[in-house]
């Protein structure tokens, strides 16, 4: 049974950083595409950062220069470092795995509980 568990998240002032993890069990994970999305109160869930098995990593423009994905296959987890945080980067973060890159960020890949991440102004 795949197990994606997250951590990492917190309370960080406005221009900060956090570094997300998220460590994967229960399948082959250098089989998988992985991504970070996030939800915030009242907003739709927004697929933030992908990355491909191959390590062909994709940003959404809301966090393209400041959040960066990687993967270190031999721990079987994806990171998300998010730097020059904002109060709008408030959320729960989500980490999501999938054998097939259409499913990432859908409700057809494998989802962790998500990590609170609270940015304050």
């Known amino acids: 049974q795949v197990q994606l568990v997250e951590s990492g998240g917190g309370l960080v002032q406005s221009g900060g950083s956090l570094r997300l993890s998220c460590a994967a069990s229960?399948?082959?994970?250098?089989?998988?595409?992985m991504a970070w999305s996030r939800q915030a109160p009242g907003k739709q869930r927004e697929l933030v950062a992908k990355?491909?098995?191959?390590?062909?990593?994709n940003y959404a423009d809301s966090v393209k220069g400041r959040f960066t994905i990687s993967r270190d296959n031999a721990k079987n987890t994806v990171y998300l470092q998010m730097n020059s945080l904002t109060p709008e980067d408030t959320a729960i973060y989500y980490c999501?795995?999938?054998?097939?890159?259409?499913?990432?960020?859908?409700?057809?890949?494998?989802w962790g509980q998500g990590t609170q991440v609270t940015v304050s102004s």
């Open positions: 990355i491909t098995r191959g390590g062909t990593t």
């Open positions: 229960g399948m082959r994970f250098r089989d998988y595409h």
């Open positions: 999501n795995g999938a054998s097939i890159l259409s499913s990432v960020g859908t409700d057809y890949g494998s």
